[in-house]
């Protein structure tokens, strides 16, 4: 007989933040969502048959969303969760924060982006930096005025 999958695993609860758009009235807001984390155990049960043990040999942590449903923090209208990923496998959250981090975590110190004003001037004789080129009759795309 067949296990449980249940029996494979170890559950425990967890929240993620994750950023939506209400279907009404377009606002974006960043929510809360509840996911169940399933850790896979360290061996099988005693009781698992060859084919169980065949499973579980393919199983792999992962995520399950519990919550299907948020309520708009603007206009207070339930709408589903539009995405399809109700299930996520640990290994491709590798670097994403979880609310329990971003608590925990100071802020990471902003680099430093802006250039000399001597690089940005057109012109200058500075070795190694070319000068800017700039085509006759370029225009950028509409999307980027």
């Known amino acids: 007989m067949a296990l449980d999958e249940r029996a494979f695993f170890t ?10 758009t209400c279907p009404r009235c377009r ?3 960043d929510y809360q969502l509840r996911w ?19 499973k579980f040999a393919k199983l792999r942590d992962h995520l399950i969303r519990v919550d299907d449903e948020l309520t708009c923090k ?3 209208k339930r709408f589903e969760i539009p995405s399809m990923h109700s299930l996520v496998f640990v290994d491709q959250l590798d670097g994403l924060p979880r ?18 004003p001597s690089a940005s001037a057109p012109g200058g004789n500075t070795p ?3 000068a800017p080129r700039q085509r006759k ?9």
């Open 36 to 54: 169940m984390r399933r850790t896979k155990k360290d061996r099988p049960p005693a009781n698992a048959d060859p084919t169980d043990k065949a």
């Open 11 to 20: 559950e425990r609860p967890e929240q993620r933040n994750g950023r939506y």
């Open 128 to 130: 190694g930096t070319p």
């Open 27 to 29: 606002r974006v807001n």
């Open 74 to 76: 603007t206009c207070g």
């Open 99 to 116: 609310v329990d981090d971003e608590e925990d975590a100071a802020p990471a110190p902003r680099a430093n982006t802006a250039q000399a």
């Open 137 to 145: 009759g370029y225009a950028p795309p509409k999307a980027w005025r």
